[in-house]
């Protein structure tokens, strides 16, 4: 169910089985696995602490990390979005009459994401939201907002690796099921940035069109050769 790669398992079925795996966690942390993130994991003690511990489930979120699957011949059954499986968790949520709470971005995307959430969901039940603008570790009234709300699902939105951090420092605290980093999404649902066109989500090139669109995602793209050379070298180095 999950594929080696550097220090790292990583989610290697499809988006059924990783619902059901939800379902066997008291708590869970979903980890978006994209270069990027897994590179910062690997740079700091306490997020490779978490993103491997057995509360943990790292999706392969981009084409990278799904060719790094096939370099080391353990190939992801498919590409796991993280936006992908903020929807689906979502869609199970009001199925189950779920709570969520989204925390993270701006005030007025918090708002449009309230309210394209709930025309998209009409049963949903959003129990709480917060913008991302507070001090990590001075944010006792949030917490005590959370506490009292219990939702069953919490989405951070606060860049990495602030988001992660906060779940991190958090986890054991929140009375959630799911924790979930999500970076732009709030973004994205509340419709103030667009997904690629689903052709070039098929092909590989989602990250092609967000370089496009926000010129500043640039920089961060040497994360992806970076770690795909680190998974070459590892392998050259385990034969």
């Not at 379902?23 to 990027?36: A, L």
């Not at 006792?140 to 690796?161: D, H, N, R, S, T």
Request: proline letters at 4%; hydrophobic letters at 40%; glycine letters at 6%.
């Amino acid at each position: 169910m999950t594929t080696r790669i550097l220090q790292y398992e990583v989610f290697n079925e499809g988006m059924k089985e990783l619902l059901n795996m939800v379902d066997s966690f008291e708590k869970v942390h979903i980890v978006s696995g994209n270069p990027q993130v897994l590179i910062y994991g690997l740079q700091n003690n306490e997020l490779l602490e978490n993103f491997t511990s057995k509360n943990t489930i790292i999706i392969p979120d981009g084409i990278s990390t799904v060719v790094c699957s096939k370099i080391v011949r353990q190939p992801v059954k498919e590409k796991i979005a993280g936006i992908e499986a903020m929807d689906n968790i979502i869609s199970k949520c009001e199925k189950e009459k779920q709570g969520i709470y989204l925390l993270g971005a701006t005030k007025e995307t918090l708002d449009m994401c309230n309210i394209n959430l709930r025309t998209k969901y009409s049963k949903l039940d959003i129990l709480g939201s917060h913008d991302g603008f507070f001090d990590l570790d001075n944010c006792e009234e949030l917490l005590l907002e959370i506490e009292k709300a219990k939702p069953y699902a919490l989405f951070v939105a606060m860049g990495c690796p602030r988001q992660e951090m906060f779940i991190i420092k958090y986890m054991d605290r929140l009375p959630c099921k799911v924790f979930m980093a999500v970076g732009g999404s709030f973004d994205i649902v509340a419709g103030t940035l667009k997904r690629a066109p689903k052709w070039m989500i098929n092909i590989g090139l989602e990250w092609l069109y967000r370089v496009v669109k926000e010129p500043f995602r640039i920089k961060r793209l040497s994360a992806i050769p970076k770690f795909m050379l680190m998974v070459i070298k590892e392998e050259f180095r385990r034969k």
